[in-house]
């Protein structure tokens, strides 16, 4: 696992961080602010053989103990660049980094 101190340092070092709020579900209490993490935005693909659209929803890595202490939960509504996304699934990683898979709202 990595250290809670290199993790801090990873995700808030300025080259890939963005800044995420986290709000209750009904969107009436902000759980945390300010939280740094590495967002990835929705992508799509298209397999010109099959004709198949490949489609990945947003995600957020942060580091773990910041998803525990701030209580983040599935249904919650991250804030990220004025966007609005809904946290659908939290999966932990293993290695100190857990990623948030999201829905734009």
């Known amino acids: 696992m990595i250290g809670d101190g290199d993790l801090e340092s990873i995700f808030e070092n300025g080259d890939f961080d963005s800044s995420v709020d986290i709000w209750n579900e009904a969107f009436t209490d902000r759980i945390a602010a300010d939280l740094n993490g590495w967002f990835t935005q929705a992508t799509q693909q298209t397999n010109l053989l099959t004709n198949e659209i490949e489609t990945v929803n947003p995600k957020l890595d942060m580091a773990s103990s ?10 919650c509504v991250a804030v990220i660049n004025s966007a609005n996304y809904r946290i659908e699934r939290i999966e932990v990683n293993g290695t100190g980094v857990t990623t948030l898979h999201l829905k734009t709202l």
């Open 66 to 75: 910041v998803v525990t202490t701030n209580s983040i939960v599935t249904r």
